[in-house]
């Protein structure tokens, strides 16, 4: 209402020209029912388009409601996602305190493992310092009641220059663990503890001097007893 009231006060109807007027004046006899016509339907036009705009204006205001809802939603979301991140970041630092922890707690029983298996490989080879191991005796040679510390004495007897003053002692001789080899294979080595450390030294520097032994026509060779680990640190060297 109120913008039809507006526009009968604003609205000015053209001035008709002079061939309009004698138009009018000829053959229109009706020109103000024409004039009242057009003016009516055009504020009809307006009165539509102004209904259409409130209706648009009314779905943005609801569409802007919805965003405002679905904002608000979103911010609860995300303070909830802040606060759980929150939480995960106290839980992290502490987790990565007690990594950090075990990890030093780690590196100190390492380091005592490595403490504990070195001295264990010293007890072991200090166990072994009066051994030798003897490799090539064929199988069977210590059957006919022979015990094996006199066997070795007697092999040792023949490939080394050995003196009768100062006789050598055998406390144990036996061949090392395993089943018996077949006839085509490598002999099991024996191994033979001394009663003396010097005993031991003195049978592998006579080794050294020989070269090449030799028993009932088979090569022998002697080695000091000593375990894998330090067999091996041995071969880097």
Same mark, same amino acid.
């Given at each position: 209402?109120?913008?039809?009231? $507006?526009?009968?006060?604003?609205?000015?109807?053209?001035?008709?020209?002079?061939?309009?007027?004698?138009?009018?004046?000829?053959?229109?006899?009706?020109?103000?029912?024409?004039?009242? !016509?057009?003016? @009516? +339907?055009?504020? +009809?036009? $307006?009165?539509?388009? =102004?209904?259409?705009?409130? =209706?648009?204006?009314?779905?943005?205001?609801?569409?802007?409601?919805?965003?405002?809802?679905?904002?608000?939603?979103?911010?609860? #979301?995300?303070?909830? +996602?802040?606060?759980?991140?929150? *939480?995960?970041?106290? &839980?992290?630092?502490?987790?990565? +305190?007690?990594?950090?922890?075990?990890?030093?707690?780690?590196?100190?029983?390492? *380091?005592?493992?490595?403490?504990?298996?070195? *001295?264990?490989?010293?007890?072991? /080879?200090?166990?072994? #310092?009066?051994?030798?191991?003897?490799?090539?005796?064929?199988?069977? &040679?210590?059957? /006919?009641?022979? @015990?094996?510390?006199?066997?070795?004495?007697?092999? $040792?007897?023949?490939?080394?220059?050995?003196?009768? @003053?100062?006789?050598?002692?055998? %406390?144990?001789?036996?061949?090392?663990?395993?089943?018996?080899?077949?006839?085509?294979?490598?002999?099991?080595?024996?191994?033979?503890? $001394?009663?003396?450390?010097?005993?031991?030294?003195?049978?592998?520097? !006579?080794?050294?001097?020989?070269? %090449?032994?030799?028993? #009932?026509?088979?090569?022998?060779?002697?080695?000091?007893?000593?375990?894998?680990?330090?067999?091996?640190? *041995?071969?880097?060297?």
């Amino acid at each position: 209402g109120l913008l039809l009231f $507006l526009f009968i006060i604003i609205y000015k109807p053209p001035s008709p020209t002079r061939a309009s007027t004698a138009k009018m004046a000829v053959g229109d006899p009706l020109p103000n029912a024409t004039l009242g !016509l057009a003016t @009516s +339907a055009e504020i +009809a036009s $307006l009165m539509n388009l =102004t209904q259409e705009m409130a =209706t648009d204006v009314a779905s943005i205001r609801t569409n802007i409601a919805d965003m405002r809802g679905s904002l608000e939603s979103l911010g609860q #979301r995300v303070s909830g +996602a802040e606060s759980k991140m929150g *939480r995960l970041g106290v &839980v992290t630092d502490d987790h990565e +305190a007690r990594l950090i922890r075990v990890e030093g707690e780690l590196a100190h029983q390492t *380091r005592y493992a490595g403490e504990l298996w070195d *001295r264990v490989q010293d007890l072991e /080879n200090r166990s072994r #310092r009066n051994n030798i191991r003897v490799i090539g005796v064929p199988e069977g &040679v210590e059957g /006919n009641g022979v @015990s094996g510390p006199t066997m070795l004495l007697s092999i $040792l007897q023949d490939c080394l220059l050995l003196g009768e @003053s100062d006789p050598i002692e055998v %406390e144990q001789a036996h061949r090392t663990l395993g089943p018996r080899p077949a006839p085509d294979q490598r002999p099991r080595p024996i191994i033979a503890r $001394l009663l003396r450390f010097q005993d031991r030294e003195r049978i592998l520097r !006579l080794a050294r001097e020989a070269g %090449e032994l030799y028993w #009932r026509g088979g090569k022998i060779m002697i080695f000091p007893d000593m375990s894998r680990e330090l067999a091996a640190q *041995r071969k880097c060297f």
